[in-house]
């Protein structure tokens, strides 16, 4: 007897056809012009601030005559940290004159006409405002605290061990506030030749070192040049004499200062568990409450995305459509914004100091998209229960 072939198993992934149908034709079209929006204004901004935030970073780079890759890759990691802080913002107005692009071209009209409601209206909003939440998300408790603590990481590279290693010939190279390094010429091999070392990292005695030649290398972690055949030149602060020291050889720290041979994290570098239990060196003084008002402000701030969302839904989809348009409502919702923006940072600033405040992040955070979608939806949902209500009744 012939055996019934068996099917093959299905492919496992996503079902397309469910996300079709939870998604109509008008959705879709609404969510793509969302979206592509979205990223637009969201990579512009981001560049803009970039360029403008690089600009600290110049003199940095070329005071030690570091190579325009170095600039990009240093100030490349601050991007992640520029586009978590603009995205809810972005978020807004993409969803505000998005929607207000909708209504001016009558397509919010027709589909009204049409018995489309409220909640089908604002359901490519809602999933643009999601996609942002879930963004910001990845955003601020993963990705930014690692690329800021890679940014940190290579900027005290720079100052204290990248620029010695970049000595160029003929030019004082200053490697910080209080050393300044001239090296005549440089050999393919590091070898260097006719160097002049002023050293003021002692405010008490200031030395000049020439040496004929010199090798760079890496000790405990630190630059340092190995230097051969030269002098020591201190003056005495107390009787003004010139003390000269003669060497055959002499090993030189060419780190910035003995302080910065340590480098102290910021909180914005931390994890959220390293914020929530600091341990006791980082913890002093108001560094705790500090620390616990940045964890609460990265997981309440992707909400923001979604407040901000619905309150541009709310001042285009509950207004009355009036032919020559309407800037009222869109300013009014732009002002509200920047009024939670203001508050929050506020808010944040006490926090730091009274913990017993942290609750009103969330409240500022999430309320206002709990109220807009209340004020949006409330007399559709109350009509829907009232519907079900009157045919629960009408069942024999």
């Known amino acids: 007897m012939a055996q019934t072939p068996k099917a093959a198993p299905e492919a496992k992934g996503p079902n397309w056809d469910a996300v079709r149908r939870i998604l109509s034709m008008f959705d879709r079209y609404v969510l793509r012009q969302l979206l592509l929006g979205l990223v637009a204004t969201t990579g512009g901004a981001a560049a803009l601030i970039w360029l403008t935030q690089s600009l600290r970073f110049v003199s940095l780079v070329v005071d030690r005559g570091l190579s325009l890759r170095v600039f990009i890759e240093l100030t490349s990691l601050l991007m992640p940290s520029f586009i978590a802080v603009i995205l809810p913002i972005t978020t807004f107005l993409v969803v505000l004159f998005g929607y207000q692009r909708l209504s001016g071209d009558r397509e919010l009209t027709v589909m009204r006409a049409a018995g489309v409601s409220q909640f089908s209206l604002a359901k490519a909003g809602m999933s643009c405002a999601l996609i942002a939440t879930v963004t910001c998300f990845v955003l601020n408790i993963w990705i930014v605290p690692s690329s ?7 900027e005290f590279q720079i100052r ?36 002049l070392v002023e050293d003021d990292r002692q405010p008490e005695t200031h030395a000049t070192i020439l040496a004929e030649h010199g090798t760079l290398l890496i000790i405990d972690d630190q630059p340092r040049v190995v230097l051969y055949n030269g ?18 050889r002499n090993t030189l720290d060419l780190a910035s200062s003995h302080q910065d041979e340590q480098r102290f994290r910021d909180i914005s570098e931390m994890s959220i568990k390293e ?14 409450g500090k620390m616990a008002v940045e964890a609460w402000r990265r997981l309440t701030a992707p909400f923001t ?80 229960r009232r519907v079900v209500q009157i045919a629960g009744t009408r069942q024999p």
């Not at 002098?231 to 055959?248: C, H, P, Q």
Request: glycine share 10%; hydrophobic share 50%.
């Open 148 to 154: 800021y603590h890679s940014f940190r990481k290579y």
């Open 160 to 195: 204290n061990k990248m620029a010695a290693f970049l000595l160029q010939e003929g030019v004082f190279s200053q490697l910080s506030e209080n050393m300044t390094v001239y090296v005549r010429l440089r050999d393919h091999d590091g070898t260097l030749h006719g160097i």
């Open 231 to 248: 002098t020591r030149e201190e003056i005495d602060r107390k009787t003004g004499r010139l003390n000269v020291l003669s060497f055959a």
């Open 275 to 288: 914020l929530f239990h600091p341990n006791a060196r980082e913890s002093g003084g108001n560094a705790a």
């Open 305 to 384: 995305a979604f407040s901000f969302a619905m309150m541009g839904m709310l001042a285009i989809l509950r207004g009355v459509f009036s032919r020559h348009g309407s800037i009222t409502r869109p300013l009014f919702a732009i002002l509200s914004v920047v009024g939670l923006l203001a508050a929050n940072l506020m808010i944040q600033n006490f926090a730091g100091r009274n913990l017993t405040l942290v609750p009103l992040i969330w409240l500022i955070s999430v309320g206002p998209g709990v109220v807009c979608a209340g004020m949006l939806f409330a007399a559709e949902w109350r009509e829907r």
